[in-house]
């Protein structure tokens, strides 16, 4: 019998893990029927994901940290169940601009765009800018949904910066405009991009979330495998608009190098007690948050591993 499990997405070649798990095999080897969803900001994913419409969601672990925690911007009918069942990258955030920008004083009277005010790396942005001595009346935030919408608008010159995902910031630099500066630069470890789910369903259905993982950590040890590298760099060009085989091999020395994909998928302890520090610094209604545990249930990637 084959499961079907909703996977609810941001657009982007950060999917190559899924897009290889489906390519290669890996899902169907898990008996599991996987359909990806894209979704066009935060709000819209988390929102669909507490209220069941998809299973699993691969997003930051700040939103469900967010939901979690009452301060997500979307409304919410129901009390949400959701956490983390297995970590994935830094979120590979940088902060691209228009090519008359030259450094962070050149933002001051300018706009900027984030996915959602209280969620979506906006509160990384908002650090950024503190660090580098811009106050937040010194510019001005407007939601412009996923990063898929926010590299549209940022190529079409309709504000100043924002944050994008590798690869939209090699993209972003082949058209003619500029990665200001790395999050790596100043948060050495963030958690970005999760795997999560409500805590009902996988109660529910246990093996077949374990299935899940198992097949997408077959395609991250495939990914990693440097005899592959010219397949996965091929997954990219046919899956991403605009991508070329040079930046395809570029995207692939980010994801694939140091600081990239992590290559079990593992939680990143240190990069969620920065997340959870931002929160506790940016987020509303305040709260100090400082527990990793209630977000977390990691009992299901340890079965998938064999280690439960």
């Known amino acids: 019998m084959v499961d079907t499990i909703n996977v609810i997405v941001f657009p982007g070649g950060f999917n190559l893990p899924l897009w290889t798990a489906d390519r290669q095999g890996f899902f169907a080897r898990q008996a599991l029927d996987v359909r990806l969803h894209l979704t066009t900001s935060s709000m819209e994913q988390l929102a669909g994901l507490i209220k069941g419409q998809w299973e699993i969601g691969m997003t930051g672990f700040d939103n469900v940290v967010a939901y979690q925690e009452g301060q997500g911007e979307a409304e919410i009918d129901r009390k949400p169940d959701l956490f983390v069942f297995m970590g994935g990258d830094d979120a ?87 990665v200001l500066q790395s999050a790596l630069a100043v948060f050495p470890n963030y958690q970005g991009i999760v795997g999560a789910a409500r805590r009902a369903w996988a109660k529910e259905n246990p093996e077949t979330l374990q299935r899940f993982i198992r097949a997408y950590l077959d395609a991250l040890a495939w990914l990693f495998d440097p005899a592959n590298r010219k397949g996965a760099e091929q997954i990219l060009v046919e899956k991403v608009p605009n991508m070329t085989p040079e930046l395809a091999a570029a995207t692939c020395n980010i ?53 439960a």
Do not use: C
Request: hydrophobic share 40%; charged share 25%.
């Open 92 to 178: 590979f955030l940088r902060l691209v601009v228009q090519k008359d920008i030259g450094s962070y004083t050149d933002l001051k009277g300018r706009t900027l765009t984030v996915d959602a005010m209280t969620t979506g790396f906006a509160f990384v942005l908002r650090k950024m800018l503190a660090l580098n001595g811009i106050k937040e009346s010194d510019v001005n935030f407007e939601r412009a949904g996923g990063v898929m919408q926010r590299w549209e608008a940022l190529k079409a010159g309709q504000h100043a910066g924002t944050l994008l995902l590798t690869p939209f910031d090699l993209l972003a630099e082949k058209v003619g405009l500029r």
């Open 255 to 307: 994801f694939l190098g140091k600081g990239g994909f992590d290559p079990e998928a593992r939680i990143d302890l240190a990069g969620i007690q920065q997340v959870l520090a931002l929160r506790s610094e940016y987020g509303h209604p305040k709260k100090s948050l400082t527990d990793p545990g209630k977000y977390l249930d990691l009992g299901y990637y340890d079965a998938a591993r064999g280690l």
